[in-house]
């Protein structure tokens, strides 16, 4: 997760494939448009006076080149899984809040499912578990999805965590490359 410290004196950097990186400072921005390493994009988040001229320093740059950028892995955890999940039944949809045979179901209703048991060999892993209510995970019990008779309603899978959060006001010209 990269915090994007926002306020007046900010830059948004961007891939060459146009996807956010970081914020960066108005110095680190000017510093990297003197090595030509980047190109204005959108907007103007200064303007630098010398003697002789004004000098804008855009509030978008990208990269001109692209960086690859490892995505770090979660670590797998129970509280993972059912946060991912957002408390919802991966068998039968119903969430924390939701109703089932009449009974108000509350968070403490859900386990983590292992799709392949444990006692067959199922790990672990973002893609072996998944959040369900107690009622599907004991009808389950020691057997497959497919051994109960029972479908997934979306597959598992490790969670993205390069994401990007925002802390104070967009500028206006971030909104089109940041989802707010």
């Known amino acids: 997760m990269t915090m994007l410290n926002v306020n007046a004196r900010a830059v948004l950097l961007l891939n060459a494939s146009y996807v956010p990186l970081k914020s960066i400072t108005i110095r680190d921005a000017v510093d990297l448009m003197m090595r030509g390493v980047v190109d204005a994009v959108d907007g103007v988040a200064a303007r630098l006076r010398t003697p002789r001229t004004v000098f804008e320093v855009p509030s978008v740059l990208r ?14 955890s129970r509280r993972g ?11 039968c949809g119903v969430g924390a809040g939701g109703e089932r045979k009449g009974y108000r179901v509350r968070r403490v209703d ?29 009808r389950k019990a020691d057997r497959t999805p497919h051994e109960a008779g029972m479908k997934l309603l979306w597959e598992p899978k490790r969670p993205r965590t390069n994401y990007l959060v925002a802390d104070g006001d967009i ?9 707010v």
């Open 110 to 138: 859900f386990t983590v499912d292992h799709l392949m048991p444990r006692s067959k060999g199922g790990g672990n892993t973002w893609g072996n578990t998944a959040c369900a209510c107690r009622w599907c995970n004991h």
């Open 81 to 91: 899984v059912i946060s991912r999940d957002q408390y919802t039944c991966v068998y």
């Open 63 to 76: 990269l001109r080149y692209y960086v690859n950028v490892p995505q770090r892995g979660a670590v797998w």
């Open 171 to 179: 500028p206006d010209e971030w909104k089109v490359y940041i989802r």
